[in-house]
Every structure is written in C-alpha cells, then in structure tokens.
T-cell receptor
Framework: DPKIIQKPKYLVAVTGSEKILICEQYLGHNAMYWYRQSAKKPLEFMFSYSYQKLMDNQTASSRFQPQSSKKNHLDLQITALKPDDSATYFC??????????????FGPGTRLTVL | GDSVIQMQGQVTLSENDFLFINCTYSTTGYPTLFWYVQYSGEGPQLLLQVTTANNKGSSRGFEATYDKGTTSFHLQKTSVQEIDSAVYYCAMRGTNYNQGKLIFGQGTKLSIKP
C-alpha cells in the first residue's frame, strides 16, 4: 500500500488559474515537505512543516501556499499559474525534521503542466 | 551558501562494469550526506546516508565514503546490473538543521546496456 499519496498524478492547467496539489502520508511522521523538480533544476526544496507549523519557506513567490488541515496532510495551493510553474511536485515526510539523519520519504509526485 | 555538485549528467555502462559517480559539497561544518535513487515515474528513495560518525554507507551493493578533506561523497558499485538504471542524486542536509531541508545535486542518469 502506498505510504504517501499524492493526487492527482497528472494535472494540466491554464495560465492564470489556481490548483491544489494534495498530499497525505500514512507513515505517522511529524514533518512534511514539498520539493519541485523541473527540466531546468534538480530537486528543489520549497517548504518544510513540523507538527503542522511552517518551518522553512524557500519559494520566492507568495503564489505557493502550503495548507495543513491535519497532521498527515500537506496540500500545496498554487495561484495565478504560469508556464514556468510546470514541474513535478513531490511531497515528502520524515519522522522529525530536527534530528539528524532522519530519512525523508518521497511520494510519487504530481506532474503539473501549465499551458 | 550550501551546494552539492554532480558534474556527470549521464553515465552509460555495460552490465558488470564498475560505477563511480562524483559528488562534492560545499557548506560549513560536517553535514549528513545522502544518495537518493529515482526510478522512472517514481519519487526519489533513499539509497544510503552517511554522517561523520560512521564515514561510510552501503546499501544494495552501493558504497559511498565521506571524505571531509576533499568535501566529497562519491558513489561506487563494483558490478552494475540493468536494474540499476535510474537517476542518482547526491544530497546534503542544509546548514540550518532545524529546517530539515535537503539540498540535491543535479542528478546523474545511469543507463546500463544489457
């Protein structure tokens, strides 16, 4: 059974629209993350959450807003979509962000294409 | 700032060849280092990790040694198989440990000819 669920797997959007990427983890972890992978850049850290609190935000734009309604959920809302936002977005989780060496488990990703 | 560098974008080998993928890092202190593997259509998964406490990691026939002197963390495997075809990422925890941020290299795509 998948431990990290990301929905949808593929997403096509038009420029200027808004989309929400869903992530749920069933690993009992306390920390969750979003990363982005595009043709231009490798895996790029976006956000980290711990116990549903934002710990780090490395995105330059406020168009990207994580939302944590439950401890095991971390959705990503993207507004005013641009073609440059086209990428695969990965959700990840770990037992605890603070302690060294804790493995981050990645979900299968949502591939977003903005036309 | 913190960075991880993988110069080899692509490596093509035959089965049973020796694999060596370069990775160097730049940061202050001695970070925890990782190798992740990403198979086609999947998310990255941890292959191995190393801290200064143990200096060497190994998993599934892959090995990596932490060299603080040269700030390197190369990945090696004695004899690759076709199932090893994937993209390999070297990664490092960010300097601010509390944030849990992983910094990834550019990735090395390994293709194995049968």
């Amino acid at each position: 059974d998948p431990k990290i669920i990301q929905k949808p797997k593929y997403l096509v959007a038009v420029t200027g629209s808004e989309k929400i990427l869903i992530c749920e983890q069933y690993l009992g972890h306390n920390a969750m993350y979003w990363y982005r992978q595009s043709a231009k850049k490798p895996l790029e850290f976006m956000f980290s959450y711990s116990y549903q609190k934002l710990m780090d935000n490395q995105t330059a734009s406020s168009r990207f807003q994580p939302q944590s309604s439950k401890k095991n959920h971390l959705d990503l809302q993207i507004t005013a979509l641009k073609p440059d936002d086209s990428a695969t977005y990965f959700c990840a989780s770990s037992q605890d962000r603070r302690l060294g060496g804790y493995e981050q488990y990645f979900g299968p990703g949502t591939r977003l294409t903005v036309l | 700032g913190d960075s991880v560098i993988q110069m080899q974008g692509q490596v093509t080998l035959s089965e049973n060849d020796f694999l060596f993928i370069n990775c160097t890092y730049s940061t202050t202190g001695y970070p925890t280092l990782f190798w992740y593997v990403q198979y086609s259509g999947e998310g990255p998964q941890l292959l191995l990790q190393v801290t200064t406490a143990n200096n060497k990691g190994s998993s599934r026939g892959f090995e990596a040694t932490y060299d603080k002197g040269t700030t390197s963390f190369h990945l090696q495997k004695t004899s690759v198989q076709e199932i090893d075809s994937a993209v390999y990422y070297c990664a490092m925890r960010g300097t601010n440990y509390n944030q849990g941020k992983l910094i990834f290299g550019q990735g090395t795509k390994l293709s194995i000819k049968p």
